[in-house]
């Protein structure tokens, strides 16, 4: 493949490399935006920042990724201002090879190639689309509880107008820790209107998201009253479902 673009993403003990030559900039930024997906997910990650070589900081934009070759993913929580040294052999390594209708990822680990992945792009732009879709409905969702829980705040100061919610999810969020569940507790909640399910040993209230699910509530009931790790990631890895399930915990798996 002859390369006039390339890009190094560096997050922990692994780097990214996309290259390609003469492609539309919407297709490159799809998949940036896949492997920041994947990134996220994996390392249950929020808010993302960009630094150069020098720790500065970069724009997220294909134009300053472009620029500056050579980009350190951090979050806004870390500390972590070391320095990059872009001649260091890192543990693991992803190479995005992108086409115009194909991306092939060959991963490698210590410099041993580990296996190839072929996806056609239309499937990038597909799962990006169906992520951008429940990104937005659990903040649709997020923003009428948050709406639900300043009327009952409100509502407690004027007595006479107090409004008594039955939305198990506000109810939920009073309790000020999280409790521990045996899955035999778990699958308890195994119906439409209560809900639970078990993600990496985070137990989540999802009744109230079952309607917005854009797979259909037919497939995300497969998951409600049991462990349904295995299940999801079947279906969509790239997602960081605790970012998006987080308001919704209420406990975790006892093993």
């Not at 993403?9 to 297709?27: G, S």
């Not at 996220?40 to 472009?66: A, E, V």
């Not at 989540?204 to 259909?216: A, L, V």
Request: hydrophobic residues 35%.
């Amino acid at each position: 493949m002859n390369i006039n673009n390339q890009i190094n993403f560096y997050f922990a003990n692994r780097q990214y490399t996309l290259i390609w030559q003469d492609l539309d900039p919407k297709i490159i930024n799809e998949v940036i935006f896949f492997v920041f997906n994947e990134i996220s997910s994996k390392n249950k990650l929020n808010n993302l920042i960009f630094t150069d070589s020098n720790t500065q900081p970069i724009q997220n934009s294909l134009p300053h990724f472009i620029q500056s070759q050579h980009i350190f993913i951090n979050t806004l929580n870390s500390n972590n201002t070391s320095l990059i040294n872009k001649e260091q052999e890192w543990e693991f390594q992803n190479l995005y090879q992108i086409h115009q209708n194909q991306l092939i990822i060959q991963k490698y680990k210590k410099m041993q190639k580990m296996e190839t992945v072929n996806y056609q792009m239309q499937t990038i732009f597909n799962l990006n689309q169906q992520y951008r879709e429940t990104s937005q409905n659990i903040k649709d969702n997020t923003n009428m509880i948050n709406q639900k829980q300043s009327i009952e705040r409100s509502a407690s100061t004027y007595p006479i107008t107090k409004i008594q919610s039955t939305n198990n999810q506000i109810i939920h969020k009073r309790q000020a820790e999280l409790k521990s569940y045996t899955i035999e507790e778990v699958q308890l909640h195994n119906t439409y209107k209560d809900a639970w399910i078990v993600l990496q040993d985070n137990i989540y209230d999802i009744s109230y998201y079952i309607d917005k699910h854009p797979g259909g509530r037919e497939q995300i009931l497969r998951g409600v009253g049991r462990d349904a790790t295995f299940l999801f990631l079947q279906h969509h890895p790239w997602i960081n479902f605790h970012y998006i399930l987080e308001k919704f915990q209420v406990g975790y798996l006892i093993k």
